[in-house]
């Protein structure tokens, strides 16, 4: 069993506390003297340009409201977060502090069909350069390969690590090209996907594999003896018991 592995809570603590607040990142950090090696979390775009934590493109899931983010200002979006769910809502630079003292972030960036994605890319750089972002331990993640190609030709992201990130069935020939095209460092696969053939292709090549979202210990033990590097779980609080 690989003795290494790193464990991430997803969304923060997603299970413990309202996934991509500012509790469920408290409630992850507090779990760094348990053990935890850091969190994933996911970026949209507003209106006005500025980078809020949320995995949908949309309110309706969380907030029970309707309203793409990219049509509404920053302030809105925390607002409603705050009236229809009692939690708060941060933006990029904001969920700073809570990052520190972490040894793997994995930063997801959303896209859409609409969306001018040079434009999210010096957004984020900005994002970047108006905080200490650079100094801390971030993979940036997209299932977007243009994106992650734009990332990779951007002077001030060049030597950044990126990830990949997978949700359907592949060729594994095709996996690997555009893993190497891209210069990723790690590629996230959904756990139902992973093998370990697919591991020890990908190790081959110096690219590390993250498996999300697990929840199951039996299937966390299976992805452990078969090479996985990261888990990303919804409970990092149970996986710290038994890995921390």
């Known amino acids: 069993m690989n003795c290494k592995i790193k464990i991430l809570g997803h969304r923060g603590a997603k299970a413990e506390v309202l996934e991509n607040s500012k509790e469920g990142f408290i409630q992850a950090h507090r779990l760094i003297k348990e053990g935890i090696d850091g969190i994933e979390f996911d970026v949209q775009i507003t209106s006005d340009n500025q980078l809020v934590l949320a995995h949908d493109n949309t309110l309706a899931r969380v907030c029970r409201q309707q309203g793409m983010i990219e049509q509404l200002t920053a302030d809105y979006c925390k607002k409603v977060f705050f009236v229809n769910t009692g939690h708060r809502m941060l933006t990029l ?31 984020l750089y900005q994002n970047f350069c108006n905080s200490e ?39 594994k020939a095709d996996l690997v090209n555009s893993l190497l095209r891209i210069q990723a460092k790690s590629v996230g696969l959904k756990y139902t996907l992973i093998t370990e053939e697919i591991v020890s292709l990908c190790h081959r090549y110096g690219i590390q594999v993250t498996a999300w979202t697990v929840n199951n210990l039996k299937v966390a033990n299976r992805l452990i003896d078969i090479g996985v590097d990261t888990i990303i779980t919804d409970n990092p609080t149970l996986f710290l018991k038994e890995y921390g």
């Open 133 to 171: 972002l650079f100094k801390l331990p971030i993979v940036l993640t997209s299932f977007d390969i243009q994106l992650l190609e734009l990332l990779k030709n951007h002077k001030g992201f060049r030597e950044f690590s990126r990830g990949l990130l997978v949700l359907s069935t592949f060729k």
């Open 93 to 123: 630079t904001e969920i700073v502090p809570y990052l520190y003292g972490y040894n793997h972030i994995e930063l997801e960036i959303k896209t859409h069909p609409r969306m001018d994605k040079r434009k999210m890319v010096n957004i």
